[in-house]
C-alpha cells in the first residue's frame, strides 16, 4: 500500500484525495497539509477519521509513514516542496505547471538527476484521456500521413479576477503545449500570440480571448484559442490535419436533445468533469508504477520543455514578435 501525504488542500487537493481515498487501488491518504488550517480539515475530513493533518509540508514530508506526496499547491509554491520531497526521497506526483519559470524547474531537473532516482510525475492529465489517446493511435497508424496543423480551443467558462494574462499560458495552454508536443512527438521552436478584442467579461488585468501559435521542429503549426470566458462551457477541442485526413478528437458523447424545435447537446462546464476519467487513469498509473520503481508518466524533463515553451508564449504576449524556444542544456541522459 502507497501511504501518500497531499499537500495543498484547494479544489484540486480535495479532488485528489477523494480520487486516491475512494477510487484508486493500493493507494491510502495518511496525512494533508495546507497552510490553511480550515482547508487542511477538509482534506483530512475527505480522506478520513485516521488522516494526520500538518501546516508546514516539510513535516508531512519527513514523516516516516508518508512514503509518497502529492504536490498539489499553486504552481509558484511547487518548487520548494518538490526540492523537499526529492532530498527525503519520497515518491511524487505534482500537478501542472512544475514551476512557473524554467530556471526554478532546471533546479529541480538538477536535484532530481542529483538524487539518481526517478520521483516525480507531472499532472498532464490529458495524456490519459481515451479521446487524445485515440488521436494519438491515429496518428501512430500512419494511415493519414505526417501530421500538418493542429487546431485546438481551451475554453473555460470563466476564471476569478486573481487570473491575469500571462496564467492563460502558465495556467491554461499548459495543458495544450504538453498534449501536443507528446501527440506529434516534436519540439516547439517558436511561438506567438495574437490578441483579438476583448471580452466585455473580462477585467483589466486580463486580455481575454488569445490565439497562440507554435511552431515545430519539423513544421508542423499549432493555433490554440484560449479563451477563459467563454461563458457556455468547458470546452477543449483537437483536430490533427494530416497530409491523407484530419483526424479530430472525439468529445464525451451526450444524447442530443430534440426540444422547443431546437436540437441540443451537453458541454461539460469544469475539467473535473470533462476529464474526470483521465485524472483517475493518471493517478491509479503512477501508484502502479511505485511497485516496478519508475516514473510512466509525463517527467520532469516534459515539464521543462513545457515551461520554456510557456516562457515564449509569455514574452510573445508582450512582445507581439515570435520568440524563439530553446532548452538552455541537452536532455540529461537519466531522462533518455
Ligand atoms: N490538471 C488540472 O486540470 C488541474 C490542475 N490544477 C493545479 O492544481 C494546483 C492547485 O490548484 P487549486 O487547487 O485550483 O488551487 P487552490 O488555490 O484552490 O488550492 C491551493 C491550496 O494550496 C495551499 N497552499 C499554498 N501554498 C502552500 C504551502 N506552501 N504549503 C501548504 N499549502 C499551501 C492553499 O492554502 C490552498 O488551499 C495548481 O498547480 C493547479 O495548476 C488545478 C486545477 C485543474
Ligand atoms: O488545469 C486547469 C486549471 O488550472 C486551469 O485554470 C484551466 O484553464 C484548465 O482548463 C484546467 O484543466
Known sequence: MLNVGVIGCGGMGRDHIKRLTERTQGAKVVAVADMVDELAKKGA???????????????LINDPEVNAVFIITPGFAHKAALLLAIKAGKRIFCEKPLCTTAEDCLEV???EVKSG???IQLGFMRRYDKGYLQVKEAIKSGHYGEPLMVHCTHRNPEVGTNYDTPMAVHDTAIHEIDVIHWLVGDDFVSAQVLMPRVTKYSHSKLQDPQIMLLRTKNG?????EVFVNCKFGYDINCEV???DGAIKMPNPAYPSIRKNAAAATTID???FVRFHDAYDAEVQSWVNDAEKNIIGGPTTWDGYLAAITAD???RAQTSGAIEKIKPAIEKPGFYK
Open 45 to 59: 475530513a475527505v480522506a478520513g477519521v485516521d488522516c494526520k493533518i500538518y501546516k508546514d509540508a516539510i513535516d
Open 109 to 111: 531537473i538538477d536535484a
Open 117 to 119: 532516482k526517478h520521483l
Open 220 to 224: 508542423i503549426c499549432v493555433d490554440n
Open 241 to 243: 490535419v494530416c497530409e
Open 269 to 271: 462546464t469544469d475539467c
Open 312 to 314: 515564449a508564449l509569455v
